[in-house]
């Protein structure tokens, strides 16, 4: 069965823009997570949707806010780019809301901030 | 709040060696799941091997297999055999709860042929 997409997977952007990145879990998988993978700071939780609720949220100020639909597809939105927002951010989706079972993560969105 | 430290920035082993990753943990908590995911240069991270701390066997997954010592909050990851496919970042994860996991920064493996 097909993987998590994830697009698109490379963009450019300039500070002050916004940026939408879409996330299309394994079917069947209702839960969605979304990460920040920086050289400096390591993988960093966003936050997690299921059922198209909001259930954790990071350390993350509020220009980083997400979304799920009822299809469990997954967007987050990241307003007022700044330099330090160039990062890999990853989606991973599962079947369950407890953390009990594996994560499937999707390859990333490459997003550099000129 | 939880952290995770994985101490060995990168590692090599010589192809059909044995080699040892380490990562420590800090919770206060005694019902959590401790997981080793890898990173090929690909960039999908692929879960590796977990392990339920209620759990007192180790778990194995053909050539990897963990050694969990709670008491010690310790979680290291053995590959047996190693193979050039094997060549990846390593990362040690831990997770309570929802899906909110918390990783280390990683081990970057290299396979000497």
């Known amino acids: 069965k097909a993987g998590v997409t994830q697009t698109p997977r490379y963009l450019i952007k300039t500070r002050g823009q916004q940026v939408t990145l879409s996330c299309s879990p394994i079917?069947?998988?209702?839960?969605v997570s979304w990460y920040q993978q920086t050289p400096g700071q390591g993988l960093q939780f966003l936050f997690e949707?299921?059922?198209?609720?909001?259930?954790n949220k990071g350390n993350f100020p509020g220009r980083f806010s997400g979304r799920q639909f009822s299809n469990s597809r997954s967007e987050m939105n990241v307003s007022t780019l700044e330099l330090g927002d160039s990062a890999l951010y990853l989606c991973a989706s599962s079947l369950r809301h407890a953390n009990t079972g594996e994560l499937f993560f999707g390859e990333g969105s490459r997003l550099t901030v000129l | 709040a939880q952290t995770v430290t994985q101490s060995q920035p990168e590692m090599s082993v010589q192809e059909a060696e044995t080699v040892t990753l380490s990562c420590t943990y800090d919770t206060s908590e005694s019902d959590y799941y401790l997981f080793w995911y890898k990173q090929p240069p690909s960039r999908q991270m692929i879960l590796v091997i977990r392990q339920e701390a209620y759990k007192q066997q180790n778990a194995t997954e053909n050539r990897f297999s963990v050694n969990f010592q709670k008491a010690a909050k310790s979680f290291s990851l053995k590959i047996s055999d190693s193979q050039l496919g094997d060549a990846a970042m390593y990362f040690c994860?831990?997770?309570?709860?929802?899906?909110?996991?918390?990783f280390g920064q990683g081990t970057r493996l290299t396979i000497n042929p």
């Open positions: 079917s069947g998988h209702r839960s």
């Open positions: 994860a831990y997770g309570q709860g929802a899906q909110k996991l918390v």
């Open positions: 949707y299921f059922s198209e609720t909001q259930r």
